[in-house]
Nanobody, 119 residues
Framework: QVQLMESGGGLVQPGGSLKLSCKLSGSIDSTYIVGWYRQDPGKQRELVAAIIRGGSTNYADSVKGRFTISRDDAKNTVYLQMNSLRPEDTAMYYC?????????????WGQGTQVTVSS
């Protein structure tokens, strides 16, 4: 099993910055890709950014140039640096990793951290 714990959310003014952290524990060696998703009430959960073990990254078009995902394997932590935040970035942010166990993919999610961008 894999456990994920997010932190770093909060209230920030438009144009401000926040850095989210996702601490992984458990069977970490089985994780290959870790992603940040976000969800606003009444909307579908969407992928914000993802990073694979080799360091390659992928971003949603809406956050390219503003958000940066990174990982520190020594600390078993994945970060999401969010700059130039906009009100539309307001959402619950979740950390996710898929793990294949005996040929069956299992999705692991954190509990989420709230990001609110408002003046």
């Amino acid at each position: 099993q894999v456990q994920l714990m997010e932190s770093g959310g909060g209230l920030v003014q438009p144009g401000g910055s926040l850095k989210l952290s996702c601490k992984l524990s458990g069977s970490i060696d089985s994780t290959y890709i870790v992603g940040w998703y976000r969800q606003d009430p009444g909307k579908q959960r969407e992928l914000v950014a993802a990073i694979i073990r080799g360091g390659s990254t992928n971003y949603a078009d809406s956050v390219k140039g503003r958000f940066t995902i990174s990982r520190d394997d020594a600390k078993n932590t994945v970060y999401l640096q969010m700059n130039s935040l906009r009100p539309e970035d307001t959402a619950m942010y979740y950390c996710h990793t898929p793990v294949v166990v005996a040929g069956t993919p299992i999705d692991y999610w954190g509990q989420g951290t709230q990001v609110t961008v408002s003046s």
